[in-house]
């Protein structure tokens, strides 16, 4: 058996929804990616990311970024102009607001008000075994209330080195998978495309487009939803 990794996710009311690698805990629901090689070409987070960008809608969401993992710098702006990308097709216009620790406006310690929150953080719980949850959504499958994204920085530097990947792209489609429960009000996972459950090997080393967008049946709910 090839190990695979997921990206899990909780809920209130249901489970959240996560990333996680092969052997979930007890209600984890979750995305992984078996022991990952994805070799994504730079374009996917140079010339390719720049290109789509003047595609993206005028259909503004708000993130604000809280990160006491304190991620490099260049890697974090990487992932995040990644995700800003992977969610434009979703017709959505992402603009993050930085909340890190010892730097934060003052508005960061509001309620949120409409807006999303994403956390990049250290993981508090060990996983020795494969399946490692990357991050997880708060959705309340009841109320339709998704505010809260986690995605586990040290566990996403784990995963990206076990596969030979770029750190950067995992942790920019863990952020993308992530927003996406939010942005569905959903704690479901789908059988293909960003939102599936588990990332396997060899779909992170062929970095097919299709395994990384989201189905347009998601499209469309998600575009209701921001209307």
């Given amino acids: 058996l090839r190990p695979s990794w997921r990206i899990a996710g909780i809920s209130p009311s249901c489970h959240l929804p996560c990333i996680e690698a092969p052997a979930a805990p007890p209600h984890a629901c979750g995305m992984t990616s078996e022991h990952v090689a994805l ?28 990160e006491t993992a304190r991620p490099d710098p260049s890697l974090k702006t990487a992932a995040l102009n990644l995700a800003r990308t992977t969610l434009a097709a979703a017709a959505v216009d992402v603009s993050w607001k930085p909340c890190a620790p010892g730097a934060r406006a003052a508005a960061c310690d509001r309620p949120p008000a409409g807006e999303l929150v994403l956390r990049i953080v250290r993981s508090t719980v060990q996983y020795d075994r494969q ?72 779909e992170l080393r062929s970095a097919r487009s299709a395994d990384w967008t989201f189905t347009n049946k998601e499209l469309v709910t998600i575009k209701a939803r921001r209307r």
């Fill in 131 to 202: 399946s490692l949850p990357l991050g997880d959504a708060h959705v309340d499958t009841a109320t339709g209330e998704a505010i809260l994204a986690t995605v586990y920085l040290d566990r996403v530097v784990r995963v990206a080195k076990a596969a030979r990947m770029d750190t950067r792209t995992l942790l920019g489609y863990a952020i993308a998978h992530e927003l996406g429960h939010l942005l569905l009000a959903s704690s479901t996972h789908n059988t293909r495309g960003l939102m599936r459950p588990i990332w396997r090997d060899h």
């Fill in 39 to 66: 070799l994504v070409p730079l374009c996917v987070l140079t010339a390719g990311g720049v290109a789509r960008a003047a595609e993206i809608p005028a259909n503004p969401v708000t993130v604000r970024v809280y």
